[in-house]
């Protein structure tokens, strides 16, 4: 690196995800789940950036959404395994000095958005510059540790490395990069009541009875199969949206979510009554998903639910106001929302 790295911090994007399938094939001996799910990023991002620090300790400083406590955050844990791989690799005198990181918060937390991991595998590229192992290995060596650390911190981490729209299996780490979209950027309306929601509750719920079900998950596995396979030979966005009624029932944790949340299938049903269009969950939720055929769109029926939470037709759970953002599908990493960089919240 050249220069005072401090006077010039290494920024880089981590956007959200969203799962516009979920199919759960079964639970693992490792007691992870196995699945299938198309994946795309989305425009929402939150921005990580890192800089040499003076003192011998990594740092992180947060600001935007409550990302809970600092020495547990993805970003901290990435840049120490990140080192650990260099020193591995590189051998013990690569230079890996303390590293000042910065996370701006943008993407709701505990949402079904793997916002956590995304800004793991942003700190992993970032630190990996920060430290120039990115031009001292060879790019197979580079895909090769940047793929073994990702594993290492978390399953959706091995996603966002792959810059794009993906077919996800396994209880993660399989990732096959899927091509752009043929067509214009499709609009994505996200609701995320205010009631942070654990993964790991959203299984239980799964397994704990009838209730938490998903009704005929074959037909979820089928629905994201059939989606891969359109995908792989070049989908357009029209016929994308074309779909959003079957997408939105193709999430096997949907019923799980219901009973986890308390107050969520309301506020599914009053979107949908409000926006007319199906609504589907992402991940294990809360966040709710509506989809458009532009950004345009999407940032109307923002305004739609807006008007319906301030006149009581829709009803949110939480003690707070939900999450609302009109962002994109993106083909590869976060794009520009319109009128402020990166799309706005209620």
Not at 162 to 167: F, L, R
Not at 175 to 183: A, I, Q, S
Not at 315 to 329: D, F, K, L, N, Q
Request: aromatic share 2%; charged share 15%; with cysteine.
């Amino acid at each position: 690196m050249t220069g005072d790295p401090n006077l010039h911090p290494i920024l880089r994007l981590a956007p959200a995800k969203l799962n516009l399938t979920l199919a759960v094939r079964g639970q693992r001996p490792d007691g992870y789940h196995d699945l299938h799910s198309v994946m795309v990023p989305l425009g929402l991002a939150d921005v990580v950036s890192v800089a040499w620090a003076a003192g011998t300790d990594d740092t992180l400083a947060v600001v935007g959404f409550d990302a809970g406590p600092v020495a547990a955050n993805l970003v901290l844990a990435a840049i120490g395994v990140v080192r650990a791989a260099c020193h591995a690799t590189l051998g013990p005198g690569h230079a890996t000095p303390a590293l000042a990181a910065r996370l701006e918060k943008r993407i709701p937390v505990a949402a079904g958005l793997a916002g956590g991991s995304s800004d793991a595998a942003a700190a992993i590229d970032a630190a990996l510059e920060a430290w120039g192992a990115d031009r001292a290995l060879d790019p197979g060596s580079l895909a090769d540790l940047r793929g073994a650390v990702a594993a290492r911190i978390g399953s959706d981490v091995p996603f966002f490395l792959a810059g794009g729209a993906a077919v996800v299996t396994g209880r993660g780490e399989g990732v096959e990069p899927l091509p752009p979209l043929r067509g214009p950027a499709p609009g994505i309306l996200l609701v995320t009541p205010a009631v942070p929601v654990p993964t790991p509750a959203v299984f239980a719920a799964l397994h704990g009875g009838p209730a938490g079900a998903s009704p005929d998950p074959g037909a979820t596995a089928r629905t994201s199969e059939h989606l891969a396979v359109e995908w792989r030979g070049g989908l357009r966005t029209d016929a994308l949206v074309a779909r959003a009624g079957v997408l939105a029932s193709a999430n096997d944790l949907v019923n799980a979510a219901v009973v986890t949340v308390p107050g969520l299938r309301e506020l599914r049903r009053g979107l949908v009554r409000r926006l007319t269009r199906p609504v589907g969950l992402s991940g294990s939720g809360p966040t709710l998903w509506v989809l458009y055929a532009s950004l345009a769109e999407a940032a109307t029926a923002a305004e739609a639910v807006r008007a319906g939470l301030a006149d009581g037709s829709i009803v949110a759970p939480g003690a707070a106001r939900p999450s609302i953002v009109a962002t994109t599908i993106t083909a590869s990493g976060p794009a520009p929302e319109a009128g402020s960089g990166q799309g706005g919240t209620a």
